[in-house]
């Protein structure tokens, strides 16, 4: 993004996080165009604040927006705000929490073999749990019944 000139907005994480997460990024990236960002409040926004927040977006000029609310919450307000945000968004998760610092990522043999979740859940089980085992299995079934249908429907047509 710093190479191409693009203006960014961070939206997600904690007031403090954000201000960690900008210095951190402005010191890997020398140059980087950070244009705003915004800790939204743990409670839904109401229209008119939603409409500022946009607004907000908007005026910046950013034309990228990483989105960092966590999963399925950034995906939501991702969908929703499609055709209102005139940036690209990118839903990244927990991405500002384990750059600001805030959260240990897994060692590195555990990131290097796809096992990054496993540590997660064993840092959050609570609230990642559900998640990962429920509906991360049911995600994988419907996979697999979309990825078969096709087959059954040449064979019998």
């Known amino acids: 993004a710093s190479e191409l000139g693009s203006a ?18 402005r010191t890997e990236f020398a140059g980087i165009n950070i244009v ?5 409040p743990l409670r839904p926004l109401s229209a008119e604040e939603d409409e500022a927040v946009v607004r907000m977006i908007n005026q910046s000029g950013a034309g990228i927006m990483w989105v960092g609310l966590g999963c399925p919450k950034q995906e939501s307000w991702m969908q929703a705000h499609r055709g209102r ?23 590195q ?31 994988i079934l419907a996979l697999l019944q979309a ?7 040449l064979r019998d047509g």
């Not at 945000?85 to 060692?107: E, I």
């Not at 990825?147 to 429907?153: A, F, K, Q």
Request: net charge positive; with cysteine; proline share 6%.
């Open 147 to 153: 990825s078969l249908l096709p087959r059954r429907r």
């Open 8 to 25: 960014m907005f961070l939206y997600g994480g904690s007031p403090g996080t954000l201000q960690r997460l900008e210095q951190c990024i």
């Open 85 to 107: 945000v005139n940036a690209v968004m990118l839903g990244v998760g927990a991405a500002f929490d384990f750059h600001a610092g805030d959260v240990k990522r897994a060692p």
């Open 36 to 40: 705003g960002s915004y800790s939204p």
């Open 109 to 139: 043999w555990m990131q290097k073999s796809g096992l990054e979740w496993l540590h997660r859940l064993f840092q959050d089980p609570r609230r990642l749990a559900s998640r990962y085992l429920v509906t991360n299995s049911l995600f």
